[in-house]
T-cell receptor, first 114, second 111 residues
Framework: DAGVIQSPRHEVTEMGQEVTLRCKPISGHNSLFWYRQTMMRGLELLIYFNNNVPIDDSGMPEDRFSAKMPNASFSTLKIQPSEPRDSAVYFC????????????FGQGTRLTVV | GQQVMQIPQYQHVQEGEDFTTYCNSSTTLSNIQWYKQRPGGHPVFLIQLVKSGEVKKQKRLTFQFGEAKKNSSLHITATQTTDVGTYFCAVHTPNDYKLSFGAGTTVTVRA
């Protein structure tokens, strides 16, 4: 298996533009997590899906952020409109599911909003 | 959600020395996981602890789960330059398996 695949690896966009980050989890994994990492705030959980259903989105910063998982093999995180403070590394991770399993992280998307 | 405090935030270690990083929770944990993130990389799973008082070793790394299952530690002996990175503890909430991470301990090594 290729592991968790995220695209793009790097994204530079202008303030106000829409940004879409993509994630393909490991096949057969039931849980998918989106995290944001910054120096100031560390590794923050934004949203968590189980069996394609959003279970907890309490970490989503505001309405500008939305996430979807239309099927078991694909998820998106969208920011509209983007702001400079959204600049961070965004990680997607998947796990087989349940509370006793490890999470496998993608390489991350480094987002810069100018 | 589940909150874990991780200390210290930074650890500067002389090559060959030992160090320990700690993870503490105010509530009893079902299990705890440890991850390592190399500079510029992504978090990679190291180990999971489940049982009260459990101790697991991976070469020079020793992981321990407290008797009350409220704290955990990672001890590295004879630190090497390959140990550079940030070490995170992570915990699941009991009912919905949300995985939350501590703030991490960033380790630098002086050769």
């Amino acid at each position: 298996d290729a592991g968790v695949i995220q695209s793009p690896r790097h994204e530079v966009t202008e303030m106000g533009q829409e940004v879409t980050l993509r994630c393909k989890p490991i096949s057969g994994h039931n849980s998918l997590f989106w995290y944001r990492q910054t120096m100031m705030r560390g590794l923050e959980l934004l949203i968590y899906f189980n069996n394609n259903v959003p279970i907890d989105d309490s970490g989503m910063p505001e309405d500008r952020f939305s996430a979807k998982m239309p099927n078991a093999s694909f998820s998106t995180l969208k920011i509209q409109p983007s702001e400079p403070r959204d600049s961070a590394v965004y990680f997607c991770a998947s796990s087989p599911g349940g509370g006793n399993t490890e999470a496998f992280f993608g390489q991350g998307t480094r987002l810069t909003v100018v | 959600g589940q909150q874990v405090m991780q200390i210290p935030q930074y650890q500067h270690v002389q090559e060959g020395e030992d160090f320990t990083t700690y993870c503490n929770s105010s509530t009893t944990l079902s299990n705890i996981q440890w991850y390592k993130q190399r500079p510029g990389g992504h978090p990679v799973f190291l180990i999971q602890l489940v049982k009260s008082g459990e101790v697991k070793k991976q070469k020079r790394l020793t992981f321990q789960f407290g008797e009350a299952k409220k704290n955990s530690s990672l001890h590295i002996t004879a630190t090497q330059t390959t140990d550079v990175g940030t070490y995170f503890c992570a915990v699941h909430t009991p009912n919905d398996y949300k995985l939350s991470f501590g703030a991490g301990t960033t380790v630098t090594v002086r050769a």
